[in-house]
């Protein structure tokens, strides 16, 4: 039976202009939940960086609020908030490269303020005005996502996700697993196979975590399982997040996916992506030009400070990979599912 408990938020503004950025430390669950509160743009930066926000849209917000934090020391005079302004979304961008929700949110902000007129302090306050929208409108783009995408599911299916889309990657339900909550609500019940995610565990820590204390049917799957798992024909569709999605719907998302993605084009199942509309970059013509993190090696060799590897081993640990177009069934957006993913469907839906 489905519960209607509503999980704890991961992004929150405490406060007015002179307030700060309070979120849920992701690094510490499932075990704890322990809240940071950013009272600095360094600490937006670490906090991004380190994965203690993570998910894209969820960075995105994160990063907005991240510039009203750090313009707080610069209300004196034009000059310095200008400046400042410059520097501050300068050092988040730098924060991870490959989800284009950060440059997203970053340049929504930077284009409202070279609008603005008034004083640094009246300008500090629209600029929040803004970063709540940004949140607001990403929890309506979850429940959308959720919407479209329940449509494609129907009851007793066993669906498979990678990594977490949830509601701690987002403002609001998430996206591959708002389309899950959604589907419950409307009294369909379906059996999630969360997929553990290695090397940072965000299946195993997150995604079960968040859809056991929903309610929602779940069980954990090392990632070398999914192939068999659907083998043995536990898995009727595949639906996950994503980070960037090119204009020809390639689509990157938390390395491992293309390997889910091929699994279930060899089994005929289809394959969905979960992303609102700021997910999308149309600069790019393909996935081929989306940056992929790179991340440090003691993530595979002393996984949560324990080693598991020999010292001095060669380590490659890309944190992202990229699924073509041709692999994916439909991706589920809060305006509608593209399918088949074409360029004509991608930016006939994404472009306004
Ligand atoms: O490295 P992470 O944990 O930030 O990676 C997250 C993902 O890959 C998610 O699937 C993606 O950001 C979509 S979140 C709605």
């Known amino acids: 039976m489905t519960q209607t408990v509503s999980a704890p938020r991961p992004i929150e ?17 499932p075990t704890e939940l322990v809240y940071l509160d950013c009272r600095t743009v360094e ?3 670490e906090a991004i960086k380190m994965l203690r926000v993570r998910g894209a849209p969820a960075i995105g917000v994160s990063a907005a609020y991240g510039v ?11 000059d310095a908030f200008s400046k400042r302004l410059a520097e501050v979304t300068g050092y988040l961008a730098e924060s991870r490269p490959t989800a284009v929700n950060l440059f997203w949110a ?44 329940a449509a494609l599911l129907q009851s007793g299916m066993g669906v498979l996700t990678h990594c977490n889309a ?35 565990l965000q299946g195993a820590r997150l995604t079960a975590w968040e859809l056991m204390q929903r309610g929602v049917d779940v069980t954990l799957i090392c990632d070398n399982m999914a192939g068999w ?28 996916t293309y390997s889910v993605a091929q699994l279930a084009k060899a089994h005929g199942i289809p394959f969905y992506v979960a992303a609102p509309s700021s997910t999308f970059d149309l ?41 073509p177009a041709d692999l994916i069934a439909g991706i589920i957006t809060e305006r509608g599912v593209i399918s088949p993913v074409t360029r004509e469907n991608v930016v006939r839906m994404v472009e306004v």
Not at 117 to 126: A, F, I
């Open 106 to 149: 970053l340049d929504r902000m930077k284009r409202v303020a070279e609008g603005l007129s008034g004083t640094p302090g009246e300008r500090l306050e629209r600029l929040l005005t803004e970063a709540k929208e940004i949140e607001r409108e990403d929890r309506e783009m979850c429940a959308a996502i959720g919407r479209h995408g």
């Open 166 to 200: 949830g509601g701690l990657a987002t403002a609001g339900d998430g996206t591959a697993l708002a389309v899950f909550f959604s589907a419950a609500a409307d009294g369909k019940s379906l059996h999630v196979y969360a997929d553990e995610t290695r090397p940072l």
């Open 43 to 45: 600490q937006v930066w």
């Open 68 to 78: 009203i934090v750090g313009l707080q020391s610069a209300t004196s005079n034009l």
């Open 283 to 323: 600069t790019l013509e393909t996935g081929a030009g989306i940056p992929i993190e790179q991340r440090k090696s003691d993530e595979i060799t002393h996984g949560f400070g324990r080693q598991t590897a020999p010292t001095g081993v060669q380590v490659y640990n890309p944190a992202f990979d990229v699924t």
């Open 229 to 256: 798992v659907m083998k043995e024909g536990r898995i009727q569709a595949v639906v996950v997040g994503a980070d960037r999605i090119a204009s020809n719907g390639d689509a990157a998302n938390k390395i491992g």
């Open 13 to 29: 503004w405490i406060g007015g202009t002179d307030g700060f950025l309070r979120l849920i430390d992701q690094t510490q669950l």
